[in-house]
């Protein structure tokens, strides 16, 4: 990987694993990760697995860091390595199908419920869960993919414009 699609992946993530850190939670606790509407964005960015995957380990790592979850440390590593393969498999798939746009949407919104569903799964597996699978996907997952959606659609234009204006080109 080139030094300057390393600085930009890395000024991405440490923006998402800030915005994660200082967003606070809302409604029962819920608190939507930013850091996985920036992950989504390096995905985007980034045509080597291999660039992605340790985008996807170290938001893990850094969510792990500041997860209010109970024992969530863990099941926040495994969500983050299997979203993301998930994620860059489908950026690859759909690529060129649909507007950049559309896409981000489309990604953002089902890569956030995608994450959120293999967190509780292999939380519920390794610590058990606070409440039940169900009710933890509806009060808080769902919102949170709703409020990351609106929210990565801000981010992602903003970095877009940010990446344009600046001349950087990505190779």
């Known amino acids: 990987m ?40 390096v995905i985007l960015y980034n045509e080597d697995f291999k660039s992605c995957i340790t985008a996807g380990l170290v938001i893990g790592i850094f969510s792990a860091l500041t997860t209010g979850f109970p024992a969530g440390q863990l099941p926040n590593i495994i969500d983050k390595i299997i979203t993301t393969t998930i994620v860059y498999f489908s950026m690859r798939a759909f690529a060129g199908k649909a507007k950049e746009q559309i896409l981000m949407m489309i990604i953002i919104a089902l890569g956030t419920l995608i994450s959120g569903i293999v967190f509780l799964s292999s939380a519920a597996f390794i610590a058990g869960l606070p409440g039940s699978f169900n009710v933890l996907l509806v009060t808080i997952v769902l919102p949170a993919a709703l409020i990351n959606t609106v929210v990565g659609m801000v981010l992602y234009n903003a970095v877009r414009i940010s990446i344009k204006r600046s001349n950087y080109k990505i190779d």
């Open 2 to 41: 080139n030094m300057k699609k390393f600085v930009l992946n890395s000024l991405l993530l440490a923006i998402g694993a800030l915005l994660h850190q200082i967003t606070p939670p809302l409604v029962l606790g819920m608190k939507p990760d930013f850091s996985l509407v920036m992950l989504f964005i």
